[in-house]
């Protein structure tokens, strides 16, 4: 596994400008990542060139060694003068949660950093001005219910509170739009958003000591009144607003709920009066396609948006009113992520790029050409791009057509009864993407393939494929699922005795339910913090997150039929349909003592029910022959002192701190063990 990190080279690092200084991240000569910057002394023809010596801003081995903290997120100030650190206390078993300590540090003329305060309990936060921040806390469910604001150099005691979201089912986040005119309140559920907006400008504290606990010390503008089903988001240029949303294209009588799933569309509102009535709308996509993310430039719009299951990128140029598509890389078979794009005042931009056998990489466009004018790329030293197929093919259940993508050595693609490993997850309108994956390598080598089943709850074909595949649709998923093994099978591209599945989360109640209902489609499961107790979880309001799902899941505690629609794929409570199988697979379970997303006993009561069925041998069974449907093994493998995330399974260092190459290499070795 660690070999399949190794590249044939590391490119420069991508130096991102932001006014007067570029920003990047370098390795030194022990490995360790590095935050570093310069200041551009001069733009002039003849001097742009000449940069000032490097500053170190965050080293962090440095800031573990020091301060006791493992780094998380950094970002620097709108006047470049001070640094912040989102960090987790090193050692501490509550690492993987979700709170974490925002270390402030100021930035000195002399070129070191210099620590200045601590703030205890932050979940996210953004910069003010003048010497200011803003920064969310979670409650005791895992929610983020307030808003403060807090001047650099104050105790912590004297934030003001600025929002505060008493509705258990609702999130709040603070951002920033682009130009740094405005700061953002967004209070979200899964289906619903309700959008703030107030002035950078607005010195908070001014408001004076009887203030400080006042839970409206910022006069704050609402945009769009909450609508269900209806969620909006803003950014602001030049005058006016440019607002991503699924609302409906005119306001209706009844505001409880829109009669259906709607698409994302792309609308602009004057900034003096952004309110729904003055709303334009500026470009709208089909219904099988979604608007993934929209950045703005001075003089162009750029949108990311996902075509029949592809990415694929336009350009707005707001000066001749028209729209043109960037070529991508890899034939579209990739993910696509905006990079960091600071600058308003640009005709560049950066994108990165992933695909299943290449590496994650970085190119700049230019948008008055549409052509790549430099790129940041490196190979896996072990693995040749150009001998695999990536290829999407559609699967047909009843009268849907389920994206299936397939990859395999270009060499191993007319051969029979491949080894094949499944993957899925459709949930929360989360596509599960074709991108690189450190622990898939070892597989493609071995001649394995990787299939992704774009199942329905996921947003690869646009909203109503969200909605076809969550609440009392949840079904749909694993029926998709199941006709993608099915045509695995079919066509011989695999057998059961070496079909395996897998499933993150979410994903892995799928691969629950799928494994109750068909079990003799697949010789080897696996399931990481698995998701297979819903009814038991939406039925207590006292579990975290519980309120929050009810938008996902349905509520089990008021409706009948949710709770019916639940109880039909449960995998907790429908693990008797094993009694009737002729054969079950191998399963591994993983499950973390401090995951607070899905609680460990979650898995731990589900892997007992299952042994208790009588159809799994001992975990201490010597001599397994694996080729036999009579050896299936169960394996529960809970590690304590982990909750619920891995870290970036993209990232190049070779140390394994948080267990991710030996997680991924145990999970690979029951496979191989299994299927081989």
């Known amino acids: 596994m660690s070999k399949a990190m190794e590249v044939d080279s590391i490119p420069p690092p991508v130096e991102t400008r932001s006014g007067d200084f570029v920003y ?19 733009t002039s023809v003849s001097t742009r060139n ?20 493992t780094l998380r997120h950094l970002v620097i100030s709108d006047d470049h003068c001070h640094i912040g650190c989102l960090a ?69 005691y004297e934030r003001a509170c600025i929002f505060t979201e008493d509705n258990e089912e609702l999130f709040v986040d603070i951002t920033r739009t682009k130009d740094k005119r405005f700061h953002i309140i967004n209070s979200s559920a899964l289906d619903s958003s309700e959008v703030y907006i107030f002035d950078s400008k607005h010195k908070f504290w001014s408001a004076g000591a009887d203030h400080k606990q006042s839970n409206a010390p910022i006069p704050l503008t609402l945009v ?93 140029d707001k000066n001749n009113q028209s729209f043109s598509e960037l070529p991508l890389p890899y034939g579209g078979c990739c993910t696509v992520r905006p990079d960091s794009n600071p600058q308003l005042d640009t005709s560049s931009v950066r994108l990165r790029f992933s695909s299943p056998v290449h590496l994650d990489s970085v190119a700049k466009y230019d948008m008055r050409t549409m052509r790549q004018t430099r790129s940041w790329a490196s190979t896996p030293l072990h693995i040749d791009p150009s001998q695999y197929s990536i290829q999407r093919v559609d699967v047909r259940n009843g009268n849907t057509n389920v994206p299936l993508t397939l990859v395999c050595q270009k060499s191993n693609m007319r051969a029979k009864g491949k080894p094949t490993l499944l993957r899925v997850y459709g949930a929360y309108g989360v596509s599960l993407e074709p991108e690189f994956r ?12 990787i299939a992704l089943a774009h ?18 649709n949840k079904i749909n998923s694993v029926h998709d699922l199941l006709a993608c093994a099915r045509f695995l099978l079919d066509r011989e591209w695999t057998t059961c005795e070496r079909l395996a599945i897998s499933g993150v989360s979410a994903g892995g109640l799928v691969v629950g339910a799928a494994l109750n209902m068909s079990p003799e489609y697949f010789r080897a499961a696996t399931l990481h913090v698995p998701f297979v107790d819903p009814l038991s979880a939406m039925l207590d309001p006292k579990l975290p997150l519980t309120s929050v799902e009810v938008a996902e899941w349905g509520d089990p505690l008021t409706s009948q039929s949710d709770f019916e629609a639940i109880r039909q794929y449960a995998p907790y409570d429908n693990t008797q349909l094993l009694q009737k199988a002729k054969h079950v697979p191998s399963v591994l379970v993983t499950a973390g003592g401090q995951d607070k997303r899905v609680s460990v006993w979650q898995p731990a009561k589900w892997v007992a029910r299952m042994r208790d069925s009588g159809r799994f041998v001992p975990n201490s069974h010597s001599g397994l022959q694996t080729d036999s449907r009579s050896g299936s093994r169960l394996l529960f493998y809970p590690k304590m002192n982990e909750g619920h995330f891995h870290a970036n399974s993209n990232r190049s260092d070779s140390n394994d701190e948080d267990g991710f190459i030996s997680a991924h290499a145990f999970r690979n070795a029951f496979l191989i063990d299994e299927v081989e």
């Open 24 to 42: 990047y991240v370098r390795q030194n000569n022990n490995g360790s990542t590095l935050y570093c910057r310069r200041s551009v002394v001069s």
């Open 50 to 69: 000449a940069t000032a010596r490097e500053q170190i801003l965050i080293n962090p081995e440095k800031l573990a060694k020091d301060y006791g903290y």
């Open 88 to 156: 987790a206390k090193s050692g501490d078993a509550s690492k993987s949660t979700e709170m974490s300590s925002l270390l402030i540090f100021s930035l000195e003329d002399s070129g070191k950093t210099k620590h200045l305060e601590t703030l205890e309990s932050v979940f996210n936060f953004v910069f003010g001005l003048d010497g200011s921040l803003f920064y969310s806390v979670l409650n005791d469910k895992l929610r983020a219910f307030k808003i403060f604001g807090h001047r650099i150099g104050r105790p912590q």
């Open 224 to 316: 769009r009144p909450r609508q269900k089903g209806v969620e909006y988001f803003v950014d602001h240029h030049n005058g006016e607003f440019a607002i991503l949303t699924n609302s409906p294209r005119a306001e209706s009588a009844d505001k409880k709920q829109t009669a259906s799933p709607l698409p994302f569309r792309l609308v602009r509102a004057p900034t003096l009066n952004p309110t729904f009535e003055n709303w334009t709308e500026l470009l709208s996509v089909a219904d099988d396609e979604r608007i993934e993310d929209v950045e703005i430039f001075k003089d162009y719009i750029m949108i990311t948006i996902k075509r029949k299951g592809r990415p694929a990128v336009l350009i707005y």
């Open 438 to 449: 450190l622990e898939d390598v070892p597989l493609l080598l071995r001649g394995w393939t």
């Open 455 to 472: 199942v329905r709850g996921g947003s690869e074909l646009g909203r109503e494929w969200y909605f076809g595949g969550k609440g009392k």
